[in-house]
């Protein structure tokens, strides 16, 4: 069937960055940088934001595709290097970038129609944000999904701690802690996605849903043979050691616990995590440690995110840590405070104490 661009408001304002257009009953977007691995800039929210809620109302559309342009991934996260200009700048533009894309995040989640999400290739942060707080969820063979903020001097924010207390057992704190990255078979068995579709079926797929049910054209082109499945989650075989380990109450805990593990696995977790910012992790896991106490909704979670990626501007982590290794690509930020020991309650509660007037209304 022939693509129709959607009304001029939406399609004047998504021709370079957001492709937006209707075929049948689906209305796809597609995130369109892809040599920046289809990070999200405010423009490039803003657009889908205002699609969505264009085709709220359109009776036509009965399905969203979500799906990014180019072979390396659906989306890399935000534009953090917008992030670190803001953060240098000092102007509020990273505040006005994260209350727009959670604001995105929560649409998302909360959206009245059917919503599938093409996580092929590179899916972290931002990624994660849009693509994986609701069912429809679709891996390849090439997705590696992540969030790595604590990697960069920061913590996962867009609701990303909500889908990690929902995995199985630990697996949550692990990810969160280590930044490391998924493929299919494990996306699938932390919750983070549904289905496997091989990457040269995407198309297919596509063109199906435009007149067939989602649930049919995804049963009939996931992998039945044992050539085409995806591996085993060996996220699964490792719980053995991550869930004694990461029910650790402190950072300092969850590590001695890796570091006397005689398993291969965690001790390169141990590793990872002493490389990573130490107020970074300290808030990463009181931020996990709130949501498996809470039960927050997606609402309260973003507004906490909100919160804490504020009060992370200001800090030598957060610039270091995007210069050194998204601007410089180097692997040798420094961290301060430079040890966990010296991350106070002090630093850990200002990171969560309320932005007053300034707190992000979903």
Known sequence: MTEQVGTPSVAESSIDDVLVRQAGRVGRITLNRPKAINA???????VITATLEQWRHDLAIEVVVLDGAGDRGFCAGGDIRAVYDSALAGDGAAGALWRAEYR??????????QVLS???????GGGVGIGCH??????????????PEVRIGFAPDV?????????????????????????????????????VVSSERLSELVSRVEAEDVDIVLADLEPVSEESAPEEPGLATDRIWIDECYSGGTVEEILQRLEDQPNENAGKAAAQIRRVAPLAA????????QTRRETPTIEQ??????????????????????????????????????????????????HFASLGEGELQV
Request: aromatic fraction near 4%.
């Open 40 to 46: 999200l800039t405010l423009p490039m929210i803003e």
């Open 104 to 113: 995105l995040d929560a649409a998302v989640r909360h959206y009245p129609k």
């Open 118 to 124: 093409l996580l092929d290739g590179i899916t972290m």
């Open 134 to 147: 609701r069912p429809l969820r679709v891996v390849t063979e090439r997705s590696r999904l992540a969030m």
């Open 159 to 195: 609701a990303a701690t909500l889908l990690f207390a929902q995995a199985p057992g630990r697996v949550g704190e692990h990810l969160a802690l280590t930044g490391d990255s998924i493929g299919a078979a494990d996306a699938i068995y932390c919750g983070l996605a549904d289905h």
């Open 282 to 289: 300290e808030v990463t896991l009181r931020a996990m440690q």
């Open 301 to 350: 979670v973003l507004a906490r995110d909100y919160r804490v990626m504020t009060r992370f501007l200001d800090t030598h982590d957060l610039r270091d840590g995007i210069r050194t290794m998204v601007v410089d690509k180097h692997d040798s930020p420094t961290w301060s405070p430079s040890a966990l020991g010296d991350v106070t309650e002090h630093m850990l509660d200002r």
